[in-house]
């Protein structure tokens, strides 16, 4: 009676162990594909220098105006009460 009772707990414990083992690889094949991934992308962005003609010109009007109007509704809608936001200052040119 004693040998069947340990070869059924080896064999549960096998099988228990084949189980956590399928599921660390089910797991671990994603994240490591996707690691990987990230990684490459990375090396990607950092080896390949971007083209400066190809670069749009900036029309620092529009884009005063649109920072009044993003400003403007933040305050309006998002803002909470007794809480400030962050303020950067800078000259009407953006260069400082």
Not at 18 to 33: D, N, Q, S, T
Not at 51 to 76: G, I, P
Request: some cysteine; overall charge positive; glycine content about 2%.
């Amino acid at each position: 009676m004693k040998i069947s009772a340990k070869n059924t707990r080896k064999k549960k414990l096998l099988i228990v162990a084949l189980l956590l083992f399928m599921i660390v690889g089910v797991i671990a094949y994603p994240a490591i594909r996707i690691a990987n991934t990230y990684d490459a992308l990375l090396e990607y962005s950092f080896a390949v220098e971007p083209d400066q003609n190809e670069f749009q010109s900036v029309n620092y009007t529009r884009l005063t105006e649109v920072a009044n109007w993003t400003d403007r509704r933040y305050q309006e809608y998002h803002m909470p009460l007794n809480r400030c936001g962050p303020a950067y200052l800078t000259n009407k040119s953006f260069t400082r």
